[in-house]
């Protein structure tokens, strides 16, 4: 190892620390930049801070599969040189110039008899041998997501510890960003989970495969794709698992207006219970709402500016 790259790795284990400090896990960025550090020290060994011209340089050398992988890239490499920088040294920070446009999915937007359509569907769902418990595990699973407004992922890492059934309470660890954070779920979703905790017994795992590992996405994806076709109704387009949080989104948003509720002071709620890390995240749902909610004057069109333009992000 050269003395570069031994410099970068101080500063790198450094940054790390500091975001477990603050709540964040270790291996947040490594996959993102441990790569890019040992590129620096073979390539460049005889420098002695980062350069536009090693960014360049990784960039061509290590072509990303898709714009989103690379926008990972720089927004953790421009977190790292900004550590960097306030560790008093010196570093090439990429700027503006260097954020790659991310793809955006447009969320679909579930009817109300659609919705009612999928969960029968969920619910009809028969034992298979093969798929261990599966007739019990689907119908809390998309629950969960869809009342819990969770990401599709973040069931499947819940240990049977991380959910409190005699509080409601679940532990989301390793969310976006790497970051933990807490919920509670409706009476209603606890006693369905309490249910199923006794029905299928003692397990490490809350979601959890016959051979005692947690169920992977693709499996999760493939069940979802299922129960939709099985739905008998007529429909259109092709959703996915994440548009059940962004209906936990909208529909929250929905009756805040139908009741009369204040949506602007609500919203903050909604977005650190959501796990968003950028506030507009959370606006962009208004934009999904139907035009007549659209037009309430509970809320403040002022304050989206910033956002008018996006589509929503799929990982948001």
Not at 25 to 30: A, F, K, P, T, W
Not at 161 to 187: A, C, N, P
Not at 192 to 200: E, G, Q, S
Not at 241 to 269: C, E, K
Request: aromatic share 14%; proline share 5%.
């Amino acid at each position: 190892m050269s003395g570069f790259q031994k410099e970068l790795m101080e500063a790198f284990d450094a940054m790390q620390r500091f975001r477990v400090s603050v709540g964040y896990v270790e291996s947040g960025y490594r996959s993102a930049l441990l790569p890019f550090i040992r590129f620096c020290g073979d390539k460049f060994p005889d420098e002695h801070c980062l350069t536009r011209e090693m960014v360049e340089a990784w960039l061509v050398y290590h072509p990303y599969k898709s714009i989103n992988s690379q926008g990972v890239f720089i927004s953790c490499l421009r977190q790292y040189t900004k550590f960097i920088r306030f560790l008093g040294k010196e570093s090439f920070v990429p700027n503006e110039d260097y954020t790659v446009r991310h793809e955006y999915f447009i969320p679909y937007i579930f009817t109300d008899e659609e919705l009612a359509a999928f969960f029968r569907a969920v619910d009809s769902v028969r034992p298979i041998p093969k798929e261990w418990k599966k007739e019990l595990i689907l119908p809390v699973l998309f629950r969960m997501v869809y009342c819990c407004g969770m990401r599709p992922g973040e069931p499947l890492r819940l240990e049977t510890k991380d959910v409190d059934l005699s509080t409601g309470s679940v532990y989301i660890r390793q969310s976006k960003g790497s970051k933990d954070r807490h919920i509670i779920m409706s009476e209603d979703m606890r006693q369905l989970c309490i249910r199923y905790d006794v029905l299928v017994g003692h397990r490490k795992w809350f979601f959890q495969k016959w051979d005692g590992n947690p169920l992977p996405t693709y499996w999760l994806d493939s069940q979802f794709h299922k129960c939709w076709n099985n739905c008998k109704i007529s429909h259109h387009g092709n959703p996915r698992p994440y548009d059940l949080r962004h209906a936990f989104a909208t529909r929250n948003l929905m009756r805040w207006i139908d009741n009369g509720q204040d949506v602007m002071s609500l919203i903050p709620y909604l977005s650190t219970y959501m796990g968003h890390s950028h506030f507009q995240d959370t606006l962009y749902y208004i934009h999904l709402l139907p035009e007549r909610l659209i037009r309430s004057v509970s809320i403040d069109w002022h304050q989206f500016d910033c956002i008018y333009g996006r589509a929503a992000d799929e990982e948001a």
